[in-house]
């Protein structure tokens, strides 16, 4: 079993940045694909970004491309979000998720985190 935990998140103006923090416990990432998303109240969870754990390559959607950064900390077990130059629209409760290769594929990440609240002040 897989336990994720964000932090990270919290109340900025516009224009600045935030990092997020996905770490894990129980066991590491090898062989997932780890991945940030967010959702906002009426609306479904839009996936942001992911890691394959292994290679370090990167995906990103076409909303945070130029602004957000995931990386990762092989030592801490740790996935990180940093996000730049944030508006009012990235006010969300973002999430991260870790998926077996097949299960990203079918979108239905094995485990979630609890989420992290960020909100963006105009």
């Known amino acids: 079993q897989v336990q994720l935990v964000e932090s990270g998140g919290g109340l900025v103006q516009a224009g600045g940045s935030l990092r997020l923090s996905c770490a894990a416990s129980?066991?590491?990432?090898?062989?997932?694909?780890v991945a940030w998303y967010r959702q906002v109240p009426g609306k479904e969870r839009a996936i942001l970004a992911s890691?394959?754990?292994?290679?370090?390559?990167?995906v990103y959607a076409d909303s945070v491309k130029g602004r957000f950064t995931i990386s990762r900390d092989t030592a801490k077990n740790t996935v990180y979000l940093q996000m730049n130059g944030l508006k009012p629209e990235d006010t969300a409760v973002y999430y991260c998720?870790?998926?077996?290769?097949?299960?990203?594929?079918?979108?239905?990440?094995?485990?979630w985190g609890q989420g992290t609240q960020v909100t963006v002040s105009s």
């Open positions: 890691i394959n754990w292994s290679t370090g390559g990167t």
């Open positions: 129980g066991r590491t990432f090898s062989g997932y694909i």
């Open positions: 998720a870790a998926a077996s290769p097949m299960a990203f594929l079918r979108s239905t990440p094995d485990y």
